[in-house]
């Protein structure tokens, strides 16, 4: 009987003094990258994307012919495939050179975890030299 409680305190031994930091705790094999703040903050992102609205208001407003319009909307969505695909591989980049120095064996994004996995959005954010901008002064 003294054997069975033994054995039983000894994983609650295990989880109270892993809590208190008293135990190495083990680093999850996940990691997260948070995509909304990395595209919030990255100047190559938000000039992408306001490049391209600017085209698009560009066309819209222009007085060529329908046909044209629609040359140039085909045109401007190719730029927006090719745009999207180099900001996409250069997370994905800069997200397997930290996984890979820090020993991750998946990271997804963000959005798509509920909790749990440890965040390397600030790693990433160095890599691709974002810096977070703050908010705007309030008087």
Not at 76 to 86: F, K, P
Not at 118 to 125: A, L, M, N, R, S
Request: hydrophobic fraction near 40%; charge should be positive.
């Amino acid at each position: 009987m003294k054997r069975i409680v033994f054995v039983t305190l000894i994983p609650v031994a295990a989880a109270v003094l892993s809590g208190c930091g008293l135990l190495p705790q083990q680093q999850s094999p996940i990691a997260t990258v948070d995509i909304d703040r990395v595209s919030r903050n990255w100047p190559k992102f938000i000039n992408y994307s306001n490049q391209l609205a600017a085209d698009t208001q560009a066309i819209q407003r222009s007085s060529a012919p329908l046909r044209d319009k629609q040359r140039q909307l085909d045109e401007l969505r190719r730029r927006y495939i090719a745009m999207q695909r180099e900001v996409t591989n250069d997370v994905s980049s800069a997200a397997e050179q930290v996984a890979t120095q820090r020993h991750f064996k998946l990271v997804v994004t963000r959005e798509l975890v509920g909790y749990g996995g440890t965040d390397i959005t600030p790693d990433v954010e160095r890599i691709l030299k974002i810096t977070e901008v703050s908010p705007p002064a309030t008087k």
